[in-house]
């Protein structure tokens, strides 16, 4: 282990702003991709959202998945194993149902369906109404959040910062939105809260590379732009991959052991951490470049009194 921490520390000399082009390339078919993909298919989004009835119901047997798809055929319901035991299963009817009553009936139409010879653990039932404030609430708490990440880096850091954070965040929330839409995967409040989450860790890996970015501004006054973002970049690489690592090896566990529930949470914190890294060296630190931050550092400097300056 020792070995293999020496060996990520050790100093690097990539030429990441190099790429840039080609970065830039593959974030504008990422994105464009995204957006297409939300626009033309939409997301597939689960019962929080949708509303309808969920039952989870379990059998003393081991279940035979095709006897229970062909009984509950005419019923248009989707069914999902849960856990390891093959005794329980979860029962959805999405977006059935206007009102309590109806919803009722569908569930009393399931439950003399399957008989006696199953247990109802679970009945839930979620209203279009309640799904529809949900869509427009959850849209507006990732916009919020953006916005506010972005007008405190602006307080904490110059405005060209947090230009660079904001387009970097919302550059892996929406492409990170469209892995779900694409691949047309279960899209509920377990993935708002993984976004949620996925946002506060790109954003706190940008900013403690643009605080590293100012650092070398003040102190190699006169080295080329695009060398400091590489000289930064490479100085915050063993950081990041430590800390990137050892986040996806915990959240590989939760997606192959922490059942369905959490599967989808860990899918998207997975795939958020590595847009996250990559945004944060291909989208935030060009943004700077692009931005012309010595000019705006110098100016800064200038405006300085004696005692202020830096040395």
Not at 98 to 125: H, S, W
Not at 224 to 234: A, L, Q, S, V, Y
Request: aromatic content about 10%; some cysteine; overall charge neutral.
């Amino acid at each position: 282990m020792p070995r293999l921490i020496h060996y990520f520390i050790k100093p690097t000399h990539i030429d990441f702003i190099g790429a840039r082009k080609y970065a830039f390339f593959v974030s504008v078919f990422l994105c464009v991709l995204s957006i297409y993909s939300i626009f033309t298919q939409g997301m597939n989004f689960g019962i929080d959202f949708k509303g309808g009835v969920l039952m989870e119901v379990q059998s003393e047997q081991k279940i035979d998945m095709k006897d229970l798809r062909d009984r509950l055929s005419e019923l248009g319901v989707d069914l999902q194993p849960v856990g390891e035991t093959g005794t329980e299963v979860l029962i959805t009817a999405l977006g059935r149902g206007n009102n309590e009553q109806e919803q009722m009936k569908i569930a009393n139409v399931i439950r003399q369906e399957l008989g006696e010879e199953f247990t109802f653990r679970r009945i839930e039932m979620v209203g279009p109404r309640v799904g529809a404030e949900l869509i427009r609430n959850c849209i507006l708490a990732v916009i919020l959040a953006a916005v506010m990440i972005t007008v405190y880096v602006w307080t904490r850091f110059e405005w060209e910062f947090a230009l660079g954070t904001m387009l970097s965040l919302i550059h892996d929330i929406l492409i990170a939105v469209g892995l779900f839409s694409v691949f047309q995967l279960n899209f509920d409040m377990t993935i708002i809260a993984g976004l949620m989450t996925l946002a506060g860790f790109s954003v706190n890996d940008t900013i403690v590379s643009y605080d590293r970015m100012r650092e070398n501004l003040h102190k190699y006054r006169k080295m080329p732009i695009d060398e400091m973002i590489n000289k930064t970049t490479n100085e915050m690489l063993p950081r990041t991959l430590l800390t990137g690592m050892s986040t996806i090896i915990m959240l590989t566990v939760m997606l192959f052991m922490g059942g369905s529930v959490l599967q989808g949470f860990a899918l998207i914190m997975l795939w958020g951490i590595v847009v996250g890294t990559y945004s944060s060296i291909y989208v935030a630190m060009p943004v700077l470049m692009y931005l012309d931050i010595r000019k705006t550092m110098e100016n800064k400097t200038k405006n300085l009194n004696p005692f202020e300056k830096p040395q």
